[in-house]
């Protein structure tokens, strides 16, 4: 398996637990998701950017 293979299905998993709990992901998320799949930014960045959008940073 490859990173980006191991990227996706890991963001596929969390969208999918969040969607157990009743959450959406938005367009944007979805976004900066794709965006550490394909690598151009890490874990830490993703989690920046989605706690900043939230209000939580």
Do not use: C, K, Q
Not at 22 to 38: E, H, M, P, Q, W
Request: net charge negative; proline share 0%; glycine share 8%.
């Amino acid at each position: 398996m490859t990173v980006t293979e191991a990227r996706a299905e890991f963001v596929e998993a969390a969208i999918h637990s969040g969607e157990i709990e009743g959450l959406t992901v938005s367009n944007a998320t979805r976004a900066d998701a794709d965006s550490y799949i394909a690598g151009r930014i890490d874990s830490n960045e993703l989690v920046d950017r989605v706690r900043a959008r939230y209000g939580l940073a």
